[in-house]
């Protein structure tokens, strides 16, 4: 690494039971210069908080595929990786819909629309190495993965009714396979307790989340004593009333 503060994390209070912090490189999409450490320490991370394979669910935002050749990657993949595509919710937003008409008419000149529809392509390598996806894919903001109490297909097809009995829009709602899109704060929104019990089987939960420019996270249990096990955190303050560190990978802390 060639400067301590390529790496910060920023851990914000618990809130509606989950433990919450934000891993951000000092450049959003990771840069190129910073990929290979981005890269080795989510990975390492992710070995750490996903420590049963057999219970992740991991895939792809597609809506992020443009970014560093991720189409590519997983069109070169796809034998290997088993790709099934299946749609994102927000927790912390009504149900979703398509484009309206109300949309186009007040949307600014020159912003781009949202996604019609946030489409996610889970990925099930038959030796279950997620870390091997993430190496190919991650920094380029499109990963999601998340681990879970039961078998992950019979978890799937349990949400899949739930998510139904809720959502509106016929063209989402004829999908089989539905996973929780979460910001930093889409814990502490008001919606957010509705649409919560689409979390009671999840116990770790990372996404690359362009709106936090960064790798957000959820967990069951503190993660401070995880980052520390893989690196040495330097206190840089208090920011949103949580605590904020730079993040200096450390080897001889690792296993």
């Not at 949202?114 to 996806?133: E, G």
């Not at 998340?146 to 992950?152: E, G, M, T």
């Not at 097809?157 to 899109?181: G, H, N, Q």
């Not at 709106?211 to 004593?225: F, H, K, N, Q, T």
Request: proline share 9%; aromatic share 10%; hydrophobic share 40%.
């Amino acid at each position: 690494m060639t400067s301590s503060t390529s790496l910060s994390l920023l851990v914000r209070p618990r809130a509606a039971g989950w433990h919450r912090a934000l891993l951000r490189p000092s450049a959003w999409p990771v840069s190129r210069s910073l990929m290979a450490v981005w890269r080795d320490v989510c990975a390492e991370l992710q070995a750490r908080l996903f420590d049963d394979p057999s219970r992740v669910i991991a895939g792809l935002q597609m809506w992020r595929l443009h970014v560093g050749g991720t189409a590519d990657t997983l069109s070169r993949k796809a034998r290997e990786w088993a790709p099934e595509i299946g749609v994102g919710v927000w927790l912390d937003q009504p149900p979703p819909t398509l484009w309206t008409e109300e949309e186009f008419l007040k949307n600014p000149p020159g912003v781009p629309m949202r996604p019609p529809m946030y489409q996610f392509v889970r990925v099930a390598p038959a030796d279950r190495d997620y870390l091997a996806v993430w190496r190919e894919v991650g920094g380029n903001g499109c990963w999601l993965a998340f681990s879970v109490q039961s078998d992950p297909d019979g978890f799937v097809m349990t949400e899949a009714a739930a998510y139904k009995a809720w959502i509106e829009e016929p063209s989402i709602e004829a999908y089989d396979l539905f996973v929780p899109l979460l910001k930093l704060d889409s814990s502490e929104s008001p919606l957010f307790a509705d649409r919560s019990r689409h979390l009671a089987g999840v116990t770790r939960y990372v996404r690359e989340s362009d709106e936090d420019r960064g790798l957000v996270i959820y967990s069951d249990a503190p993660v401070e004593p995880v980052f520390e096990s893989l690196a040495r955190l330097v206190p840089a303050g208090h920011a949103a009333g949580g605590a904020a560190y730079t993040v200096v990978p450390d080897p001889e802390t690792r296993p």
